[in-house]
Structures are given as C-alpha cells and as structure tokens.
C-alpha cells in the first residue's frame, strides 16, 4: 500500500523512539513523513532528519506562536535560511494563525503579517504550504486566498463544513488526522469531500486515535482504512488516490 503522511513533527520523538516510529512506518508502507519544523532549531532538526531517514522529507516554517517569540530580525534571518534551502525541502510549514493563543489584536496582526510574509516566501520559491489554524479558521482561509496561494494543505481543520468545502473549492487540500477514529467532525469532512482534495496526516506524536494516547506515522493505514470504510471504497484504492494527491502536491 503506498501510504503519506504529510505533517509531523518527528524531532518531539526521542532518538531510539524515532528510528523505531521511522521503522515501523516504513513496514506499514509509509513511503513519505513529512516532518514539520515551527521556529529555528526544529527547522534544522527536520533538516537533519530528511538525512537521516530514506522516507523523511522536510518542511520548515515559523509557527504562529513562536514566530511572535523572535525579534523582526531573527524572523528575516530564518527566512532567509529556508529560502536557502529551497533546494531541500517539499514545503513551507508549519506556519498560520492561532487565534486561541492570540493575547490581543496586536498579536493577532503580528500573527497575521508573519503568516504572509511566509505565503510570499513560498509564492516565490514555488513550494506549498502546511497551514494550522486555531479558532481562526476563516482568517486562514481568506487569507490564502487574498494571497493567490494555489498550493496548501489545512492540517486539523476545524472550520465549519461549509468553509471546509469553499477551501476545496478554492483547490486546497484538507487533511484527516488519525482521531477520525473518535472524531464525527473529520469523519463529516471525509464523507464530505471528493478523495481528490483528501490528505493523511497524524500531526505525531498528537492527535492521536485514543484520548491521550500518541500518534506515529504507522496509523495512517488505519485512518485510509476509515475513510474506505466511509465512503465505501476499497482501502488500496484510497491509498493510492491520496498518494497520488500527495505527490501531485509535493513534487
Ligand atoms: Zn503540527
């Protein structure tokens, strides 16, 4: 089965766990991690470990709340730096907006100008973007579009089903996490939407399949399984289609 997923933040898992999370991803026919990196040393972590890991690819980016951490300075030179490794990575991410942790407007639209400052860096070398969005769903979404950004993937999406459609409609994909298992929301949004705008993503190790629990990349055969099971489909044929989306996306 040719499975991807396309966020993770494989530099939270401990070394030996890591190399075993790697492994058994790569048995469940996991061909492509993509690891997120959210400021300045988990971007190089992710560098690192697209070296280290056959299936691993990187994705760097400034996160919404710890790109408010940086000075205006240390924000350009971070740029700068993935820009400069435009050669290496498959996107820009994990970048967006969280409204949830946005202490006041002022936050929010120094959230905002980091989130476009990274729409134009990946406008300019021609990458797609891996966008969170917390209780700011529908700033996310405008802003994509106002931004004329044609290539993104809207991880954990918790818009409504009707924003969750016009950003299909707009050609972003969407992905499903592995707590489709427990959740009726990412379970509307797979029956909802064709499989041509559908992703597998497990966020790991969050967004795990049981409360508490901790998700890897292996799990993504299990949420392929779910979705088949939703829109009644055979797995493999699933899979395929959502790899197929993922490398019409990436490469
Ligand atoms: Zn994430």
């Not at 890991?53 to 994705?59: E, L, N, P």
């Not at 490794?85 to 639209?109: F, H, P, T």
């Amino acid at each position: 089965m040719l499975l991807a997923d396309v966020h993770a933040h494989l530099d939270i898992f401990g070394e030996e766990e890591r190399t075993a999370v790697v492994k058994r991803a790569a048995a469940a026919g996991v061909k492509a991690i993509i690891t997120s990196g959210i400021d300045p040393d988990s971007n190089r972590k992710s560098l690192e470990l697209q070296q280290q890991f056959k299936i691993v690819k990187a994705a760097l980016g400034l996160y919404p709340t710890e790109a408010l951490k940086l000075s205006a300075a240390a924000v350009e030179k971070e740029l700068d730096f993935i820009r400069s490794n435009n050669g290496k990575i498959v996107a820009i991410g994990e970048i967006g907006l969280d409204y949830q942790e946005a202490k006041s407007e002022k936050e929010r639209q120094l959230q905002q100008r980091l989130f476009e400052q990274q729409l134009k860096l990946a406008r300019a070398i021609g990458k797609p973007v891996i966008v969170h969005s917390r209780n700011a769903e529908k700033a996310v979404v405008d802003t994509l579009i106002r931004c004329g950004c044609k290539k993104a993937v809207l991880h954990a999406f918790h818009g409504s089903l009707k924003l969750v459609k016009e950003a299909a409609a707009a050609g972003f994909y969407v992905t499903i996490p592995t707590n489709i298992q427990r959740s009726s929301h990412f379970q509307a949004i797979a029956k909802t939407l064709p499989l041509s705008r559908l992703l597998t993503e497990t966020d790991a190790p969050f967004l795990a399949s049981e409360k508490g629990g901790k998700s890897e990349p292996a799990h993504v055969a299990a949420t392929v399984a779910r979705i088949a099971e939703i829109k009644g489909m055979v797995a493999e044929e699933v899979a395929n289609i959502i790899y197929s989306n993922y490398q019409h996306l990436f490469s």
